[in-house]
């Protein structure tokens, strides 16, 4: 999943995919579970993250472009978490002090955030989950497999394949 935001090692066995915007309760609580698992295990998990700012969410692409900004400053997590932390509360404002919390050059980060190559990463994440007839936020994928089960089950889950990675 080339240029896209990732933590944790390339040959990691088990590798979580998520698609997600900013503004959706549900992603929300999809982060902290994946940030959960990726904490518990740093070396064995690795995890990818696809913007998919939905239309129904009038705030959603401000923040998917402020993200994709930081990204290019090397601070995508930071800034994720910062967005998240908002709650949905995606003002202006308030995603201009996530980047200031986020630790980023806010003169940098304002004219990446309107730059086509900014731009055009949100609009593939988007177009590749229209593609893959994906139905909502957020979309987790665990080694390229659908996972439809509350997020609450996400740890168990990973474990269960750490302990069993055959297919």
Not at 145 to 164: G, H, I, N
Request: proline share 7%.
């Amino acid at each position: 999943v080339e240029g896209r935001p990732d933590t944790g090692p390339d040959d990691a066995p088990v590798t979580i995919v998520v698609f997600s915007d900013f503004q959706c309760p549900f992603c929300r609580k999809a982060a902290s579970a994946v940030k959960k698992v990726r904490e518990l295990h740093p070396d064995k998990v690795r995890v990818v993250f696809k913007q998919w700012p939905l239309e129904m969410h009038t705030d959603s692409m401000v923040a998917a472009l402020a993200a994709e900004a930081a990204l290019v400053q090397g601070r995508f997590w930071e800034m994720h978490d910062a967005l998240f932390a908002l709650k949905g509360e995606l003002t202006d404002e308030n995603i201009g002090k996530a980047a200031e919390r986020a630790g980023l050059d806010l003169t940098r980060w304002n004219e990446d955030r309107e730059s086509p190559e900014v731009i055009e990463s949100v609009e593939a994440d988007s177009q590749e989950a229209v593609k893959l007839k994906l139905t909502g936020t957020p979309t987790i994928f665990v080694n390229s497999v659908e996972f439809d089960e509350p997020v609450k089950y996400l740890q168990a889950y990973v474990e269960e394949l750490l302990l069993d990675p055959s297919p």
